[in-house]
């Protein structure tokens, strides 16, 4: 894609979805407001906020009971009981900055895989969370890609061309994130190619923006 095409595609991106800064800023600043996972109420106003939000379909990935939002109170009572490992695998990842740089790269993966694994241990937990725990953890820690299926179907067209795994990750790692990383990881050098610095949310609102072309 043409330098300065990717540039006006972009700034398209960012027109179209200006009604969704407001939102974002909330989920941040809760996030940033209570950052731990000791309290169970507050754990529960993250999960369900980030989780039905951006529609990332995490209590369909639970067993729930036969009430509405029995669910989303088991996840809430997993992260709870799981809080210093929770806090730890966010603790990880670089904090203050919501710009991709290649050293992070690595220990976001796994973060990520860590989390999902701790999600699927849970008795209830019957899909693949990979989706919420990206945009859970974006929220803690805004460096961190957020992972879309509609993004992951396109993202490889607009890399163009096939991306390897090169780096040394741990053998149990979300293969799926990892690879949509990477690809990720192109579209951000690309960008910088062009002379522009984006955010990692930024980049993530083109590749929607793709997507849905």
Same mark, same amino acid.
């Given at each position: 894609m043409?330098?300065?095409n990717?540039?006006? &595609? ?14 974002? #800023? ?5 996030? &940033? ?5 000791? /309290?169970? $109420? ?7 906020? +980030?989780?039905?939000? =951006?529609?990332?379909? +995490?209590e ?6 036969? /009430? ?20 730890a695998?966010?603790? #990880?990842?670089? &904090?203050?900055?919501?710009?991709? @740089?290649?050293g ?23 899909? $693949?969370?990979?989706?919420?725990v ?25 890399v163009?061309?096939r991306? /390897?795994?090169? /780096? %040394?990750?741990? @053998?149990n790692?979300?293969?799926y =994130? ?9 579209? %951000? ?6 002379? &522009? ?8 609102? =083109? ?7």
């Amino acid at each position: 894609m043409a330098v300065r095409n990717l540039s006006q &595609r972009i700034d398209a991106a960012s027109k179209e979805s200006v009604g969704w800064e407001l939102i974002d #800023d909330v989920l941040l600043e809760l996030c &940033r407001k209570y950052p731990m996972h000791t /309290r169970k $109420n507050e754990v529960a106003a993250k999960i369900a906020l +980030v989780g039905r939000t =951006y529609v990332t379909g +995490v209590e369909r990935a639970f067993k729930g009971g036969s /009430r509405q939002g029995d669910a989303l109170s088991k996840i809430v009572e997993h992260v709870h009981n799981n809080q210093k490992a929770v806090d730890a695998i966010i603790a #990880d990842i670089p &904090r203050d900055t919501d710009k991709l @740089t290649e050293g992070a790269i690595n220990v976001i993966v796994c973060g990520h895989s860590k989390f999902v694994n701790l999600l699927r241990s849970s008795d209830g937990c019957q899909r $693949n969370p990979r989706s919420f725990v990206s945009k859970y953890l974006h929220f803690h820690r805004p460096i961190v890609p957020i992972y879309d299926s509609y993004v992951a179907g396109v993202i490889s067209s607009v890399v163009g061309g096939r991306t /390897r795994i090169s /780096r %040394n990750y741990p @053998t149990n790692i979300d293969w799926y =994130y990892a690879s949509y990383v990477e690809k990720f990881w192109r579209i %951000n050098q690309r960008i910088l190619d062009a002379g &522009r610095i984006c955010t990692v949310k930024q980049i993530d609102t =083109y590749l929607l923006w793709e997507a849905h072309q």
